[in-house]
């Protein structure tokens, strides 16, 4: 009996061990995956020499690629004095590129006198063809005397294009007299032909007795031939005896 008991707490000695190992040796698993994700704390105590060596210099190398692309969990305290120099040329380098493609992500502070005087001369510049075109922002204050004048000229002229062409930013208040009656003239004639047409907006009041006349006669002339075609905006109570003849039956044999 003694000797199955020996036996008996021998093999569960075997087993606590084992186990002990197995729960051991998780520990580890996770604490090195801890270590590796960077996610929680990471036990280096756990860690073997060689697995703390390359944690340690996994950090160091994702800590410089986080301040190299300038993002927020860059930590310049775990530089060596050669990677500091290094990412703050990369940080120099990103905010003189914004400044010239992007100049309202533009970080002044970060430019020397130099590159800010060179940046402002890219601002005039740009400021000057957005004034010029129309497009973008314009800052009337950048532009010198001769400069406005001649953006003052450029949008006077656009205005009047936008006139005759009928697009609805036309302004007709800077207009001079003689460009009025022009611009009225052009909006006239390409009412009278919406309205003789049927296509586009026809405004009726703009029409003088003549005009009307014009329209009524394109009117009956456009039901005529829509009736012969078989159109289905045909309108046969408009058309004339000789326009409509009536059907005549034809005789029997």
């Known amino acids: 009996m003694r000797y199955f008991a020996a036996i008996f707490l021998l093999a569960m000695g075997i087993a606590s061990t084992r186990a002990f190992s197995q729960s051991e040796f998780n520990s580890k698993q996770e604490n090195l995956e ?13 860690l073997t020499t060689m697995q703390a060596t390359e944690i340690t210099k996994l950090k160091h190398d994702q800590n410089l690629l986080s301040c190299l692309n300038g993002t927020s969990d860059c ?22 590129f914004s400044c010239e493609t992007m100049p309202v992500l533009c970080d002044r502070s970060l430019l020397t006198p130099d590159e800010a005087k060179k940046i402002a001369k890219i601002e005039r510049i740009q400021n000057l063809a957005n004034c010029e075109t129309g497009s973008g922002d314009c800052d009337r ?113």
Not at 34 to 46: Q, R, S
Request: hydrophobic fraction near 30%; proline fraction near 5%; aromatic fraction near 2%.
């Open 141 to 253: 204050s950048l532009l010198s005397s001769d400069q406005l004048a001649e953006i003052m000229g450029l949008e006077r002229e656009r205005n009047l294009l936008a006139c005759e062409s009928g697009d609805e930013i036309c302004d007709p208040s800077p207009l001079t007299p003689l460009q009025t009656e022009t611009v009225s003239g052009i909006k006239r004639e390409r009412n009278l032909l919406a309205c003789k047409t049927g296509e586009g907006v026809c405004d009726n009041s703009l029409l003088d007795p003549a005009d009307e006349e014009q329209v009524r006669e394109a009117n009956r002339d456009r039901n005529e031939l829509a009736c012969q075609v078989g159109d289905y905006s045909c309108d046969r109570s408009l058309l004339t005896a000789h326009q409509n003849p009536p059907k005549v039956s034809r005789p029997t044999s």
């Open 75 to 96: 930590d310049r305290s775990l530089l060596t004095p050669a990677e500091s120099h290094e990412s703050a040329q990369v940080t120099h380098w990103d905010a003189l």
């Open 34 to 46: 801890t270590c590796f994700d960077g996610i929680g704390t990471c036990n280096h105590a756990m």
